[in-house]
T-cell receptor, first 114, second 115 residues
Framework: AQSVSQHNHHVILSEAASLELGCNYS??????LFWYVQYPGQHLQLLLK??????LVKGIKGFEAEFIKSKFSFNLRKPSVQWSDTAEYFC????????????FGKGTSLLVTP | DTEVTQTPKHLVMGMTNKKSLKCEQH?????MYWYKQKAKKPPELMFV???????INESVPSRFSPECPNSSLLNLHLHALQPEDSALYLC??????????????FGPGTRLTVL
């Protein structure tokens, strides 16, 4: 069965620090990859997605992610975090052209301190 | 209209009550989903409707009953729930039916408390 692993469950950073959140998946076929963010008290919002093409994808609010097929990874990055980036971050995967639902990782809770 | 709306925002119900959660989207999306999310956990898929037909039921107890009256509306009927069913219930939709190259757009959720 397909699985999604997020290695960092809790991350604390100071403002202006760089961020990298890890995401690995187990499925060997074609996958679609997503990062969602959930700000405190708010609903899930899509940060960025990868379907095909350039493996470096840019999303909203200065986030980017790189798909490395050989490593089954889709890590999220941001060069300089802000206090407003404090949120729960979820990596999600579904299978190529046949997968229905999203398989979510367990999430990473990011706290950015002033 | 580029959002998924859900009502009510909060719901408190007893174990013998019958209630319904509603979800609506006017983006012309052809797939709609129900997820359950516990605090600090990822969403767990419950049901998928694709082109108004139930495509997936992820072994959800029969006390949860989904309904898709039309392509814009999705309901979740609740009956005889248990306290452990208390959670945030999320609705999502995706443009092209449930398969494949589809991002899902999430609603704000209904916070359900079962007493």
């Amino acid at each position: 069965a397909q699985s999604v692993s997020q290695h960092n469950h809790h991350v604390i950073l100071s403002e202006a620090a760089s961020l990298e959140l890890g995401c690995n998946y187990s499925y060997g076929g074609t996958v679609n990859l997503f990062w969602y963010v959930q700000y405190p008290g708010q609903h899930l919002q899509l940060l960025l997605k990868y379907f095909s093409g350039d493996p470096l994808v840019k999303g909203i609010k200065g986030f980017e992610a790189e798909f490395i097929k050989s490593k089954f990874s889709f890590n999220l990055r941001k060069p300089s975090v802000q206090w407003s980036d404090t949120a729960e971050y979820f990596c999600a995967v579904n299978e190529g052209n046949s997968g229905y639902a999203l398989n979510f990782g367990k999430g990473t809770s990011l706290l950015v301190t002033p | 209209d580029t959002e998924v709306t859900q009502t009510p925002k909060h719901l408190v119900m007893g174990m013998t009550n019958k209630k319904s959660l509603k979800c609506e989207q006017h983006m012309g999306h052809r797939a709609m989903y129900w997820y359950k999310q516990k605090a600090k956990k990822p969403p767990e898929l419950m049901f998928v409707y694709s082109y108004e037909k139930l495509s997936i039921n992820e072994s959800v107890p029969s006390r949860f009953s989904p309904e898709c009256p039309n392509s814009s509306l999705l309901n979740l009927h609740l009956h005889a729930l248990q306290p452990e069913d208390s959670a945030l219930y999320l609705c999502a939709s995706s443009p092209q039916g449930a398969r494949g190259y589809n991002e899902q757009f999430f609603g704000p959720g209904t916070r359900l408390t079962v007493l």
